[in-house]
């Protein structure tokens, strides 16, 4: 079969496996009100619901795919580090379409939206890498499994129809790269499913908040009646035409701050917020933070007040690269050159510099000056300790 990243724990499997949902529709009794009843977690669901409609789960993944897609990467084998190379020609423009800043921001998404992304090689072009290299959705892609366990090929349909690529020859057509996913031996965990319930929390406040504008942009207070023999109900003819008159004068954001005029026996008594209404704002602020720390995105950098993790947005910064961007660019990039090498049939290693990440700058420089002050290593071993290949003989 060639190259693969697959376990081989998964169980013994003859027909094709459809990419459902993990957990369906998961309903939760609600102590005192009925059912709660949160979002579908299947792929398609889940990235309408957490990144088209919800800002924050927007923000983190743009933020994490561009940040990790503008990475300069590295190309070295055991002997050179090379500036002009056949794997970084086909990265620079691996389709008529897209750059290579493109290309990875759009596998980078796939993996965050769903925990799996796939790349697919077409045709062949120079020393036997492939002429173009395209992403692949992830929502339409399964995994058909052979009697051991491992993929035997993968399902791509499209508009009801199906293309199977092959995966028992070599080299592969497809590199699947996935997220761990401690449950599932053949697809990966995406942070948007950890973060669904905060999703779910977050959209809900939002919805609150749009039917308060719509259906409460009045001034907030209860009408009072009191009749002249002290009688406090009204006629039903008089009821409804208050209500009437509530709806089409005072109801709605174009009503906003509009003042009333009240009749005999009418008083307005005003009220605040209700300290219900009051804790939706905290509520949605905690379900921001949730879905930022799923993503790995200090809050802080996101604008999500209310978060001291970090004494300023620098070290908030240099946080998310090192603990968010460099991690997932070089899994994504060392699993690229694993597929590419059995292409090229020489193994070729990819690699993120961090030495041209501005936001690490500072500590790529402490860094340098220490190995360079360490006199007890020879100059081999500091080129080994900063990841630099050995010098050429002589």
Known sequence: MGFSWFGRGAKAAGIPESKVSATGRIVAMAAGSGRVVWSPRDTGSMVRQGFIGNPVGFRAVKLIAEAAAAVPLLCQDRESRYDTHPVLDLLRR????????????????????????????????????????????????????????????????????????????????????????????????????????????????????????????????????????????????????????????????????????????????????????????????????????AFGVPPMILGIPGDATYANYAEANRAFYRLTVLPLATRVAAAVAWWLSEHLGVEVDLRPDPDQVPALAEERDQHWRRVDQASFLTVAEKRVALGLPPLAEG
């Open 94 to 293: 691996p389709n008529p379409g897209q750059g290579r800043a493109e290309l990875f921001e759009a596998l980078f998404g796939q993996m965050l939206l769903s925990g799996n992304g796939y790349l697919e090689a077409v045709g062949e072009g120079a020393k036997g890498l492939p002429s173009e290299l395209h992403v692949l959705r992830s929502d339409r892609m399964s995994i058909v499994a052979g009697e051991d366990g491992w993929p035997i090929a993968f399902d791509y349909a499209v508009g009801g129809r199906k293309h199977r690529f092959d995966m028992t020859g070599s080299p592969d057509p497809i590199c699947h790269i996935r997220s761990f996913h401690p449950l599932d031996d053949h697809y990966g965990l995406s942070p948007m499913q950890a973060a669904a319930v905060a999703v779910d929390v977050h959209n809900s406040a939002s919805s609150w908040s749009k039917a308060l504008l719509d259906n409460a942009a009045r001034p907030s207070g209860a009408i009072v009646y009191k009749g002249a023999d002290g009688q406090g109900s009204l006629s039903p003819d008089q009821y409804d035409r208050l209500v009437s008159e509530m709806e089409i004068h005072h109801q709605g954001a174009r009503n906003a701050g509009r003042p009333m005029l009240l009749e005999g026996g009418l008083d307005w008594k005003p009220m605040g917020f209700s300290p219900s209404d009051m804790e939706f704002h905290e509520t949605k602020l905690a379900a921001s933070r949730e879905i930022a720390i």
